[in-house]
């Protein structure tokens, strides 16, 4: 049985029909309707999925579930989105929206999540029964999978990671709290990391701080290709980020236990270099260390399209219980 999956991004909407193997066998792409125009994304996300069910291969079987995957917070019945920061959508009852014009069963995720998923099912996270994963784009997205299932919580909105406070009274962050890991461990945090270690100058900051007068400002392009040059500098800002990112490691490993670390988004493209500081700061900080069973740091594997791939599959898992 196929399924389809859509994810909803800021700049563009991905979907694909997915097979049993998380294989992509039809996939397409639109622009995101700009302007905060709720209609059209739903138009646009329809016309996809329906277009989807036409091209989908005959030989892999009925197309039984679409799951669409948006950011922002969804409720546990997987219907409603409460809140999505860059579309206006509260409380959006956008299951029923799409179920009126669409004869498939549909469920709604979490973009994160719907990653997370396909990690677990079809990626890094295969052989494990309990996995965490942290996406480190410009903020930072969680995904909990605890016993095998998705973690959800009771209202649906579990597993926001990148919310999860590490320093009390630190950095104001855009959900309107302090000292969020998304302001120590994301791409922005790093951006600003490498600003800092280019203030302080002398030999270690000099080729960050001779970019940005050049170019007026450091963006990721420079700070990555700077690490992937060995640049002392820039591999002090990463160090720093996988250093905080390790410490909220060691404090998940508390309440979750997981067997498995994955760390997904552009920033994990950074591999080993992330990895180490962050392994290291992990096991300085964790709770009985020496007592407790180490973890596996990985990268996602699942570079491209995991959101479609997921939320297909949660759209299939679901259906399948029906
Ligand atoms: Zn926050």
């Given at each position: 049985?196929?399924?389809?999956?859509?994810?909803?991004?800021?700049?563009?909407?991905?979907?694909?029909?997915?097979?049993?193997?998380?294989?992509?066998?039809?996939?397409?792409?639109?622009?995101?309707?700009?302007?905060?125009?709720?209609?059209?994304?739903?138009?646009?996300?329809?016309?996809m999925i329906d277009e989807l069910q036409q091209v989908a291969p005959t030989s892999g079987g009925d197309v039984i579930a679409a799951g669409v995957a948006a950011p922002g917070f969804i409720d546990a019945a997987q219907s409603t989105?409460?809140?999505?920061?860059?579309?206006?959508?509260?409380?959006?009852?956008?299951?029923?929206?799409?179920?009126?014009?669409?004869?498939?069963?549909i469920t709604i995720d979490n973009d994160a999540n719907a990653a997370g998923w396909a990690e677990f099912r079809f990626?890094?996270?295969?052989?494990?029964s309990d996995m965490t994963m942290l996406t480190i784009g410009t903020g930072?997205?969680?995904?909990?999978?605890?016993e095998d299932r998705l973690f959800?919580?009771?209202?649906?909105?579990?597993g926001e990671l990148g919310h999860m406070r590490i320093v009390p009274g630190g950095l104001?962050?855009?959900?309107?709290?302090?000292?969020?890991?998304?302001?120590?461990?994301s791409g922005r945090a790093l951006?600003?990391?490498?600003?800092?270690?280019?203030?302080?100058?002398?030999?270690?900051?000099?080729?960050?701080?001779?970019?940005?007068?050049?170019?007026?400002e450091l963006t990721g392009h420079d700070v990555a290709g700077l690490m992937a040059a060995g640049d002392p500098g820039a591999l002090e800002a990463l160090a720093e980020l996988g250093t905080w990112l390790g410490q909220a490691c060691a404090s998940l490993s508390v309440?979750?236990?997981?067997?498995?670390?994955?760390?997904?988004?552009?920033?994990?493209?950074?591999?080993?270099?992330?990895?180490?500081?962050?392994?290291?700061?992990?096991?300085?900080?964790?709770?009985?260390?020496?007592?407790?069973?180490?973890?596996d740091f990985v990268i996602a594997e699942l570079v491209n399209d995991a959101g479609v791939v997921g939320a297909a599959d949660l759209a299939r898992t679901h259906a399948a219980k029906l």
């Open positions: 049985m196929q399924a389809i999956g859509i994810d909803i991004g800021g700049t563009k909407i991905a979907g694909g029909v997915v097979t049993e193997l998380g294989e992509i066998v039809a996939e397409r792409r639109v622009p995101t309707p700009t302007g905060n125009d709720s209609q059209a994304i739903v138009d646009a996300v329809v016309a989105v409460y809140y999505t920061p860059n579309i206006p959508w509260r409380n959006e009852p956008l299951r029923a929206r799409l179920t009126e014009k669409l004869d498939l069963d990626g890094a996270g295969r052989l494990v930072v997205g969680g995904a909990i999978v605890t959800r919580g009771g209202f649906g909105t579990g104001e962050c855009g959900c309107g709290a302090r000292g969020c890991i998304e302001q120590y461990g951006l600003r990391m490498a600003g800092e270690v280019a203030d302080r100058g002398g030999a270690t900051g000099k080729a960050l701080g001779d970019i940005r007068v050049k170019n007026g309440i979750l236990d997981p067997q498995l670390f994955v760390f997904g988004g552009g920033v994990a493209q950074a591999g080993e270099l992330l990895l180490k500081p962050v392994r290291d700061a992990y096991l300085e900080h964790l709770p009985a260390r020496g007592f407790h069973p180490e973890p």
